[in-house]
Structure formats: structure tokens, C-alpha cells
């Protein structure tokens, strides 16, 4: 009992920790492409039509992933549903680049398929954190 109660406790610490980093990122990212679209535009080649919506999306998820992150008590079900937007998210921005659907540079490849590293990345660090709820 003794090292079972720290080592979940700690466990869900750096859930946490995972959690708001994504968060963050999602803020970040959210705010360049709503607010600086002309930028990403010009840049990436990810028009307003897209840079718009998709930024828009991301801040909701900053915002859910914030509440999620500072909720008192983890919800298992919660991050399981933060796991799976994070995989759809990260299929979907691995495959945009070659679906013709937006005239990317190279830059906007490397964005994009860079973005999608991360978000795989934070799928898997959070559906193992999933484990210990």
C-alpha cells in the first residue's frame, strides 16, 4: 500500500503536467493561426479559411483541456476523451498535407506534419497516464 499510493499519485502529477502542456500548446498554436492567419497564410499557405476554424478549435480544446487539467479529481473519462480527440486531430494532420485541399509550402508541411508528431505525442503520454485513473 505504501508504494502503490505515491507511485499513482505521481502518476496522475504528471498527467496533470501533460495535460496543461497541451493545453499551452494548443493555446499557442490557437492564437498564431486566429489572430495572426495573415501570417500562417503568407508563410504556411494555410489559408484564412482554414487557419481561421482550425484556430478557433484549438483554443476550445486549450480551454477543455485546461478545465480537464484543473478539475480537483482526474476524470478517466474525460482524458480518455481528450486521448481520442488528440488521435483524430493527429491523423488529420498528417493527412491534410496530401489530401490537395490547401496549397501548403514546405514550411506549411513541416507545420503540419510537426504538429501531428506532437499531438501523437501527447496522445500517447495521456492515454498512459489513462492507466493510473
Known amino acids: 500500500m505504501s508504494t502503490t499510493a505515491p507511485t499513482a499519485t505521481a502518476a496522475r502529477t504528471r498527467l496533470r503536467s501533460v495535460l496543461r502542456q497541451d493545453a499551452l500548446a494548443c493555446a499557442g498554436f490557437g492564437l498564431l493561426m486566429t489572430a495572426g492567419f495573415a501570417l500562417v497564410d503568407s508563410l504556411l499557405g494555410l489559408g484564412p479559411a482554414w487557419a481561421v476554424p482550425f484556430g478557433v478549435y484549438l483554443l476550445g480544446c486549450a480551454a477543455v483541456l485546461a478545465l480537464v487539467a ?64
Open 70 to 133: 484543473g478539475h480537483p479529481d482526474l476524470v478517466r473519462g474525460q482524458v480518455v476523451a481528450v486521448v481520442v480527440n488528440n488521435a483524430l486531430a493527429a491523423i488529420a494532420l498528417a493527412v491534410l498535407p496530401f489530401t490537395g485541399l490547401v496549397d501548403l509550402t514546405v514550411a506549411g508541411y513541416i507545420v503540419l506534419l510537426g504538429g501531428a508528431a506532437l499531438v501523437a505525442l501527447f496522445t500517447v503520454l495521456e492515454a498512459a497516464g489513462v492507466k493510473h485513473l
